[in-house]
Protein backbone atom coordinates (compact mmCIF):
# COMPACT_ATOMS: atom_id res chain seq x y z
CA UNK A 1 0.00 0.00 0.00
CA UNK A 2 0.89 3.74 -0.30
CA UNK A 3 3.14 4.79 2.82
CA UNK A 4 5.00 8.49 2.83
CA UNK A 5 7.04 8.58 5.90
CA UNK A 6 8.34 12.52 6.76
CA UNK A 7 11.09 13.07 8.72
CA UNK A 8 13.95 16.35 9.27
CA UNK A 9 11.52 18.58 11.21
CA UNK A 10 12.73 19.88 14.78
CA UNK A 11 13.56 23.13 16.49
CA UNK A 12 15.06 26.18 15.01
CA UNK A 13 15.65 29.93 15.88
CA UNK A 14 14.33 32.68 13.25
CA UNK A 15 16.53 32.48 10.65
CA UNK A 16 18.02 29.19 10.47
CA UNK A 17 16.99 26.35 7.74
CA UNK A 18 15.66 23.02 7.88
CA UNK A 19 15.18 20.49 5.30
CA UNK A 20 12.31 17.92 5.71
CA UNK A 21 12.47 14.90 3.63
CA UNK A 22 9.43 12.71 2.54
CA UNK A 23 9.91 8.88 1.56
CA UNK A 24 6.99 7.02 -0.59
CA UNK A 25 6.55 3.63 -1.13
CA UNK A 26 4.07 1.27 -2.34
CA UNK A 27 3.25 2.62 -5.78
CA UNK A 28 5.10 4.25 -8.94
CA UNK A 29 6.75 7.53 -7.32
CA UNK A 30 7.85 9.08 -11.19
CA UNK A 31 4.04 8.84 -12.14
CA UNK A 32 2.56 12.05 -9.38
CA UNK A 33 3.00 15.26 -8.07
CA UNK A 34 4.19 15.55 -4.70
CA UNK A 35 3.35 18.22 -2.41
CA UNK A 36 3.94 19.66 1.15
CA UNK A 37 1.11 21.43 3.24
CA UNK A 38 1.43 22.16 6.79
CA UNK A 39 -0.84 22.80 9.98
CA UNK A 40 -0.38 24.62 12.71
CA UNK A 41 -2.30 24.12 16.00
CA UNK A 42 -5.78 25.68 15.98
CA UNK A 43 -5.82 26.23 12.03
CA UNK A 44 -7.01 24.25 9.13
CA UNK A 45 -3.66 22.89 6.82
CA UNK A 46 -2.68 24.52 4.04
CA UNK A 47 -0.52 24.45 1.14
CA UNK A 48 2.94 24.85 0.75
CA UNK A 49 4.87 23.63 -2.47
CA UNK A 50 4.34 21.41 -4.96
CA UNK A 51 6.28 19.91 -7.34
CA UNK A 52 5.04 17.34 -10.87
CA UNK A 53 6.15 14.13 -11.42
CA UNK A 54 9.59 15.27 -13.35
CA UNK A 55 10.54 17.22 -10.76
CA UNK A 56 9.46 20.73 -12.88
CA UNK A 57 6.84 23.29 -12.38
CA UNK A 58 7.47 24.13 -8.68
CA UNK A 59 4.81 26.11 -6.75
CA UNK A 60 4.80 27.76 -3.45
CA UNK A 61 2.29 29.63 -1.78
CA UNK A 62 3.39 33.29 -1.27
CA UNK A 63 4.11 33.37 2.56
CA UNK A 64 7.24 30.77 1.15
CA UNK A 65 7.93 31.82 -1.94
CA UNK A 66 11.93 33.21 -1.81
CA UNK A 67 12.37 31.12 0.86
CA UNK A 68 11.90 27.47 0.91
CA UNK A 69 12.68 24.94 -1.97
CA UNK A 70 11.02 21.63 -3.20
CA UNK A 71 12.85 19.28 -4.77
CA UNK A 72 12.62 15.67 -5.70
CA UNK A 73 14.93 13.03 -6.62
CA UNK A 74 13.19 10.50 -8.48
CA UNK A 75 15.52 7.59 -8.12
CA UNK A 76 15.42 7.59 -4.45
CA UNK A 77 11.38 7.76 -4.00
CA UNK A 78 12.02 11.11 -1.87
CA UNK A 79 10.76 14.80 -2.38
CA UNK A 80 12.24 17.30 0.10
CA UNK A 81 11.15 21.05 1.42
CA UNK A 82 14.70 23.26 1.89
CA UNK A 83 13.22 25.88 4.34
CA UNK A 84 15.67 28.95 4.89
CA UNK A 85 14.87 32.04 7.46
CA UNK A 86 12.91 30.32 8.84
CA UNK A 87 10.09 32.88 10.61
CA UNK A 88 8.03 31.73 13.61
CA UNK A 89 4.71 31.91 11.47
CA UNK A 90 6.22 28.92 9.77
CA UNK A 91 5.64 26.79 13.02
CA UNK A 92 3.07 23.51 12.24
CA UNK A 93 3.35 19.89 11.48
CA UNK A 94 4.13 19.79 8.08
CA UNK A 95 2.89 16.69 5.97
CA UNK A 96 3.91 15.57 2.38
CA UNK A 97 0.74 14.07 0.00
CA UNK A 98 0.67 12.24 -2.80
CA UNK A 99 -0.79 13.52 -5.85
CA UNK A 100 -3.64 12.14 -7.67
CA UNK A 101 -2.16 13.34 -11.61
CA UNK A 102 1.41 14.36 -12.66
CA UNK A 103 0.73 17.68 -12.83
CA UNK A 104 1.33 20.26 -9.78
CA UNK A 105 -1.48 21.20 -7.78
CA UNK A 106 -1.91 23.93 -4.52
CA UNK A 107 -5.26 21.95 -3.95
CA UNK A 108 -5.68 19.75 -1.28
CA UNK A 109 -8.25 17.65 -2.63
CA UNK A 110 -5.72 17.10 -5.15
CA UNK A 111 -3.89 14.52 -2.71
CA UNK A 112 -4.86 11.26 -1.74
CA UNK A 113 -2.53 9.92 0.23
CA UNK A 114 -0.65 11.47 3.38
CA UNK A 115 2.26 11.13 5.83
CA UNK A 116 1.84 11.07 9.71
CA UNK A 117 3.94 14.60 9.38
CA UNK A 118 6.94 16.22 10.66
CA UNK A 119 6.73 19.18 13.38
CA UNK A 120 8.28 22.50 12.89
CA UNK A 121 9.22 24.80 15.49
CA UNK A 122 10.30 27.96 14.88
CA UNK A 123 11.22 30.35 17.95
CA UNK A 124 11.80 34.32 17.38
Known amino acids: QVRLVESGGGLAQAGQSLTLSCVASGYTFTTYAMGWFRQAPGKEREFVAT????????YYDASVKGRFSISRDNTRNTVYLQMNDLKPEDTGRYFC?????????????????WGQGTQVTVSA
Open 51 to 58: INSLGKSP
Open 97 to 113: GKGLFSSANVLERAYDH
